[in-house]
């Protein structure tokens, strides 16, 4: 073959190669357009209403003032950042809670009028009290970055309250991910990644329950940061006058046969230690099946009625002040 014929086959595979990658890309893209892939969707949250934070801490922030329909559900992130409306400076002798959180806090796959948050704020209301509540979750948040984006970030909104709404998971450790062009804007690379490092982990994955295990063993690295993160806002909150509630969210896949109250116990103690109020948002959605809490088969955050329930749970806490 000579030298052209050479340059000719490989352009044609090239060119070959780029028609199918861009059929599987449309093929897809058409496929999860009903929106009921939580792994694509969850991709869409990072592309539509992320970016990489300044602060290598934070690794990614809300983008400021956006808004996606992401799982058939509308969400909009305001100037702060914050899932909801507009917010301005507290008002005197208005009480404001800000809610600290990850994406069980947000709402994933839940309306805003649904929400944890809403439904808290409506209660007030109903009860003839003028209170302010502040949704500041972020999907893949752990108790250090969700501790550190308040000093930086929000406390310049003068909360009255904060509710730590710890999930299991806020014990953590957290990769900062890393920004690839390809990733963040192809749902064929996208599925290929998760598909491959599903795959590649699939022989040393470890049980939920040994994880979490690991996790909460007092000489675990992100136990340790947990718990001097917590013991931070403490401190900041002490000397602001802030009264904080620790709100614990609990896994929501086997809630018949639950076995991380271990876990409770042992943030009880901590919020006992910091001198915060304790709720436990496990009793009210004991026996609830996935059917019944899932935000929709596949993805296991709470849905309306889970938010309904730590909300009614979270109330009368947040009530007595």
């Known amino acids: 073959m000579n030298v052209k014929g ?8 090239v060119v070959s190669m780029l028609v199918a990658l861009a059929a599987g890309e449309a093929i897809l893209r058409a496929k999860n357009a009903s929106m ?43 100037e702060r950042g914050l899932r909801g409306g507009p917010v301005g400076p507290r008002k005197p002798g ?3 809670i800000l ?9 994933w796959g839940v309306p805003e009028d649904e929400t944890m948050t809403a439904r808290l704020a409506r209660m007030f209301a109903a009860d003839g009290q003028d209170v302010e509540v502040l949704n500041a979750g972020i999907g893949n948040y752990n108790a250090v970055r969700y501790v550190e984006r308040f000093k930086r970030r929000l406390s310049d909104l003068d909360p009255s309250d904060i509710v730590v709404h710890y ?23 996208a599925t290929a990644w998760i598909a491959s490092s599903r795959y590649l982990g699939s022989g040393s994955q470890k049980t939920l329950e040994e994880h979490y295990r690991d996790v909460y063993r007092d000489d675990a690295q992100g136990y ?19 009264r904080v509630y620790l709100a ?31 709720v436990d948002l496990l009793p009210p959605m ?4 996935p059917r019944e809490l899932w935000s929709m088969p596949g993805d296991p955050h709470p849905n309306g009625l889970g938010h309904k329930l730590m909300a009614e749970a979270l109330y009368p806490a947040l009530k007595e002040k």
């Open 6 to 13: 050479a340059a000719a086959s490989v352009a044609i595979f």
């Open 36 to 78: 009921k892939n939580y792994d694509i969707e969850m991709w869409r949250y990072a592309k539509e209403l992320k970016h990489r934070s300044d602060l290598p801490v934070l690794g990614h922030e809300h983008v400021p003032s956006s808004r996606a329909l992401l799982q058939s559900v509308d969400i909009r992130i305001n």
């Open 94 to 96: 208005v009480r404001r």
């Open 99 to 107: 809610v600290l959180g990850s994406s069980v806090t947000l709402g």
């Open 167 to 189: 999930f299991l998971r806020d014990a953590e450790v957290l990769d900062a991910g890393r920004d690839n062009w390809l990733l963040r804007n192809s749902e064929l690379a």
């Open 224 to 242: 340790r940061q947990m718990r001097a993160a917590l013991h931070e806002l403490a401190g900041i909150a002490r000397a602001r006058g802030i």
């Open 248 to 278: 614990m969210t609990p896994d929501v896949h086997d809630l018949v046969d639950y076995r991380f109250g271990y876990i409770h116990d042992a943030m009880a103690k901590v919020a006992k230690e910091e001198g915060f109020r304790y």
């Open 286 to 289: 004991r026996n609830l099946t």
